[in-house]
């Protein structure tokens, strides 16, 4: 079967940094992908990691370890805006999404 | 550019009524379409899933089923709704494997069974 773990809430203060982890299992994989969606709204497109490493977009950088079914979502300089639900993803036949992770950022 | 519609975007249904949700993609051919619907605070789950014309993967969702009668076009239907129906349906596409591989969503329905 596939299944993501990742955590249910994480909070922090303005200008910190904050990294969501997500632990994967699934028969097929072609990447993971992680998705942000702000409260009523759909998920959008963060980032892609479909080799081992690092990406970094801007103040968000995602990592991917294949090996460990292991990648992680790091968010800098937080600011109130990235308050928000975020999930990841793995690509292998089809799209599937972990529970989320709810981000709430203080000032 | 590519563009997803999903209409509408709340309904409130009594049970035991039927359900049409359509979504319609513009801007891109041969789409993966896929349905997702998320209870309040939960995350996504995966209910149907399209590879072209008339290819539909279930995963089951016993009183739902999904159609794509065009290649843009995948719509959500139940012939009666339950309680547990209730939830935000989403729509998305992506276009398969490949560097980027976002996966876009629509706006989403919020449906309400009373």
């Known amino acids: 079967g596939q299944s993501l773990e990742q955590p249910s809430e994480v909070t922090a203060v303005e200008g910190a940094i904050v990294q969501i982890n997500c632990t994967y299992q699934?028969?097929?994989?072609?990447?993971l992908s992680w998705y942000q969606q702000h409260d009523g709204g759909a998920p959008t497109f963060l980032s892609y990691?479909?080799?081992?490493g690092l990406e970094e977009t801007g103040r968000f950088s995602s990592f991917l370890s294949r090996s460990d079914s292991y990648g992680y979502l790091l968010l800098q300089e937080l600011q109130m805006k990235d308050s928000a639900s975020y999930f990841c993803?793995?690509?292998?036949?089809?799209?599937?999404f972990g529970a989320g992770t709810r981000l709430t950022v203080k000032p | 550019s590519q563009t997803i519609h999903q209409w509408p975007a709340t309904l409130v249904q009594p049970v035991g009524s039927p359900l049409s949700l359509e979504c319609t993609v513009e801007?891109?051919?041969?789409?993966?379409l896929y349905w997702y619907r998320q209870a309040a605070g939960r995350g996504l789950q995966l209910l149907f899933y399209?590879?072209?014309?008339?290819?539909i993967s279930s995963e089951v969702p016993q009183n739902l089923s999904a159609s794509r009668p065009q290649d843009r076009q995948f719509i959500l239907s139940s012939k009666k709704l339950l309680l547990s129906d209730s939830g935000f349906y989403l729509c998305?596409?992506?276009?398969?494997?490949?560097?980027?591989?976002?996966?876009?969503f629509g706006p989403g329905t919020r449906l309400t069974v009373l």
């Open positions: 998305a596409w992506n276009l398969g494997q490949g560097a980027s591989d976002t996966q876009y």
């Open positions: 699934t028969s097929g994989f072609y990447g």
């Open positions: 990691n479909a080799l081992d």
């Open positions: 993803a793995v690509r292998g036949g089809d799209m599937r």
């Open positions: 801007g891109t051919s041969n789409p993966n």
């Open positions: 399209s590879v072209g014309i008339g290819q």
